[in-house]
């Protein structure tokens, strides 16, 4: 596609649901992040897949948060248990090599809200 | 513990004017600094960069300034249109690019016609 595309762009859920949210990262990027962006805060990284080494979950908050990528394409974010503090607009990058240090970019995100 | 910190979340400028937005960070390692701009309901999208050699970089209307001595950095809008308002985050990263982008909490700049 011409760019990062992310799915759904809205959920909401009820506590203690499971969700999972989608990227579609652009064709050929080999770098895949998630991050997300609560209300009134930065961006927070949450886990980042770069080609098929073992991707860097440092950023996940708790182990009710989950990702997978297959190859190079596709990535869902899983969040088991949804808690309200879970609510924040999830967003995806992706890149065309392992560093940030060129141009990533950016989904339009989805916002979730854990009602 | 803010690696990166924007202390100011907002800023008024009149058009035509000189926009200037401060960063600060504070883990000596990064070497590599960018700035998105964030418009609602999208996501960020990259506006410019500096590596830890340079210190400046212009591209057009936009210069990014690096202090490394200082672990400063400021993003110089001029002159300001108001197209310009949005959020501007600040991001760092370290090994060349390699570690994930490390963001400050934005700041939102509003271009006063």
């Known amino acids: 596609g011409a760019g990062v595309s992310q799915s759904p762009s809205n959920k909401v859920t009820e506590k203690g649901k499971d969700v999972e949210l989608r990227c579609d990262p652009i064709?050929?990027?080999?770098?895949l992040y998630w991050y997300r962006q609560r209300l009134g805060q930065g961006l927070e990284f949450l886990i980042y897949?770069?080609?098929?080494?073992?991707?860097?979950k440092s950023g996940l908050p708790s182990d009710r948060f989950s990702a997978e990528r297959t190859g190079e394409s596709v990535s869902t974010l899983t969040i088991q248990r949804t808690q309200q503090e879970d609510s924040a607009v999830y967003l995806c990058?992706?890149?065309?090599?392992?560093?940030?240090?060129?141009?990533?970019?950016f989904g339009q995100g989805t916002r979730l809200t854990v009602v | 513990d803010q690696q990166v910190k924007q202390n100011s979340p907002s800023l008024s400028v009149q058009e035509g004017r000189i926009s200037i937005l401060n960063c600060d960070y504070t883990?000596?390692?990064?070497?590599?600094f960018l700035w998105y701009k964030k418009y609602p309901a999208e996501g960020p999208t990259f506006l410019i960069s500096?590596?830890?050699?340079?210190d400046k970089n212009e591209d057009g209307r936009f210069t990014v300034f690096l202090n490394k001595s200082a672990k400063h950095l400021s993003l110089h809008i001029v002159p300001s249109q108001p197209g310009d308002s949005a959020v501007y985050f600040c991001?760092?990263?370290?090994?060349?690019?390699?570690?994930?982008?490390?963001f400050g909490k934005g700041t939102r700049l509003s271009v006063i016609a």
């Open positions: 897949f770069q080609g098929n080494s073992a991707p860097d």
């Open positions: 990058a992706s890149s065309s090599h392992g560093g940030m240090n060129t141009e990533a970019f």
């Open positions: 991001a760092a990263t370290s090994q060349g690019g390699n570690t994930p982008l490390v």
């Open positions: 064709s050929g990027h080999t770098a």
């Open positions: 883990n000596s390692m990064f070497d590599y």
């Open positions: 500096i590596s830890s050699i340079k």
